[in-house]
Each structure stands twice: as C-alpha cells, then as structure tokens.
C-alpha cells in the first residue's frame, strides 16, 4: 500500500521498515511514543508516534525511527532522547526511556580567522562543522531546499551577523547532500565594512563574529530565558549538544583591547563551560566550549545550565580597541 500509494504515515514506514528487517532475519517489533512529551504509567491514549525496534544480539531493543532520521547521520533522531515508548514485543514491556546521548554526538564548531582595519571593515574566514541534530539542521537547505536558494541561504547567514556583509565565496568541501559520508563541513569568506563602529577619539567598537548572531538556528539554547534565578520545575532545549566557537581576530597596528583578559571554567549537572578571551600581539584570541549535557533537565540542572549558558553569552558582548 505504501509504494502504491506513494505516501504513509508514522505507522505505515515504520511498519515498511519492520518488515524489512524482518525479511533480513531480524526480530523487530513496533513500538509508540509520545513526541516530545512523557507516558504516564497509566491505561490512556498517550501516543502520537509510531516507531519500531529490533532486537540487538544481547538482547536489547534498539529503537528506530524511519520517519525522522531520513537525512540525518543518526539511526535514531536524538531530538527524541529521554523520551518514553511502548515496544510491542509478544511477551509484553514495560515502559522504556530513551538514552541520553552525548553532547559530543552532536557538536557544532565554527572557527574564525578575521583581519580588522581601522576604518572598521572586517574580512576573513570561518569554517562551520557539524555533527548529529547539529549536522542535521545545518544540512537542511541541501537536502530538502533547491539548488537555486543554496547561495541566497548561506547570505543570509552572514547578513544576520550585519546588513552590509559581502559573502565573496563559499566552499563547500565535499557535495553537501551526501551526508552519509562524513559530518558537514563549509567554509565563508566576507567582508563587512563598518563591522566595528568608530568613537571620536578613534576607538572601534565590535562584537566578536563568531557570537554575533551566526547560525544560531542550530543553537536552540538561546531561547531559553535564562534571566529566572530559579526554576521549580524542569525544562527542555532541543537536544544536547557541544558548541566550541574559536576566533583569531588581527588589529590595526598599535590597537589594543581595552578589556580585561578572562578565562572562565565551570562543570555541573547540566552544563558546563569554558572559555578565554585574550590579546596576544596585535591579535585577540577567543575560545569558548559550551556543553549542554541533556534535552530534558530537572529543575536541579537549572543552576549550572544557567551559569554556563550565561557566561558564553557573556563573550560575545561588546568589545573597544584603540591606540
């Protein structure tokens, strides 16, 4: 019915996706979820999603999801961690919770070598890398957009950092729809002038490019208001996640930061962080790592996650050189 029709549902792939490991001698089973939300332990309609799991060698069942993973370098969408399914094995289960998945799985890197003149015009470089629901959600203009609006998207990326930037190239690496093959990788060169504002005595004032504003479709995190000192309740973000940013940034000759160098380290239940921000010659250097531990945090999280959370964002706010 499903290649008749040329369409299904949850239910109608995963049931597709069982038969055929089935066919291929596994023993596979369906099972229902709940997306985004929990299964109480009661007799009720609590299911949205139809998902399937086989039965590994050990005698675990591994869940599988063919309606979300398509696209996607994970066999299970990690957006779905510490959430509950019902397998329908013929001996009956109990209730079962995704597994948490490492914020290494799902990393994001951007890196950044950029040159600023005194008129206030930057220009460089940045390379963009992913993995997991990161790769995912970067990749997504090359495996669902057309051709046609890659260049448009991959503008508007550096438009939201300022209106008066210049994408002058993008390289690609290897063809960005196979992303079978390895994690995805891009590369920009720009330039924008005014990119730092300029003060009557000569100073320029900037924020750092790589926490302006850049890609932050992938950096769910942000839109958790993370002003509330305390929280009784739990929360959730999309998924969990690695965010490492890293920007060599040149100055005009005889410019000078006139901040303080930091350097920040923190580790909790729920994130962690850490980060420095200094001047080495005529070059600022920054480095932030930011680890997001979990997609549904307990009320207890709510204190490292905030700190962490918090201080990278504290990097990213404005910076002045001059003479």
Not at 20 to 41: C, K
Not at 69 to 96: H, I, K, M
Request: glycine letters at 8%; charged letters at 25%; proline letters at 5%.
């Amino acid at each position: 019915m499903d290649y008749t029709d040329r369409c299904g549902v949850c239910k109608d792939i995963a049931g597709t996706l069982i038969s055929f490991l089935r066919m291929a001698g596994f023993e596979a089973f369906p099972a229902m979820t709940m997306a985004g939300s929990r299964v109480e332990s009661i007799p009720a309609d609590h299911f949205n999603h139809c998902v399937a799991v086989v039965k590994l060698s050990n005698g675990t069942l591994m869940p599988l999801d063919p309606t979300w993973v398509p696209f996607c370098r994970e066999l299970w969408s990690s957006a779905e961690q510490q959430q509950n399914y019902l397998p329908g094995t013929p001996e009956g289960t109990d209730l079962c919770l995704t597994p948490v998945s490492d914020p290494e799985n799902h990393y994001v890197r951007i890196k950044a070598q950029n040159t600023l003149d005194e008129k206030g015009t930057l220009k460089g470089s940045f390379t963009i890398e992913a993995e997991g629901q990161s790769d995912s959600n970067i990749r997504r203009i090359f495996t669902t957009g057309f051709q046609s609006e890659w260049a448009h998207s991959m503008e508007r990326q550096l438009l939201n950092v300022s209106p008066k930037a210049q994408l002058l190239s993008v390289d690609y690496g290897r063809e960005p729809k196979e992303y079978q093959k390895a994690p995805i990788r891009i590369t920009f060169h720009y330039a924008i002038p005014e990119y730092a504002m300029k003060g009557d005595q000569g100073e320029l004032v900037f924020k750092p490019f790589v926490l302006n504003n850049l890609y932050t479709q992938v950096l769910s995190y942000l839109r958790i208001d993370t002003s509330l000192e305390k929280r009784d309740y739990g929360f959730k973000d999309g998924c969990s996640r690695l965010v490492e940013m890293e920007e060599n940034l040149k100055l005009p000759a005889g410019y000078k930061w006139q901040g303080k160098e930091k350097q920040d380290q923190m580790d909790g239940t729920g994130a962690g962080f850490t980060g420095s921000l200094k001047q080495n010659g005529n070059q600022l250097q920054l480095k932030t790592s930011l680890r997001l531990k979990k997609r549904v945090y307990e009320a207890a999280d709510w204190d490292s996650f905030r700190k962490a959370v918090n201080t990278a964002k504290g990097y990213g706010e404005y910076m002045v050189v001059k003479k």
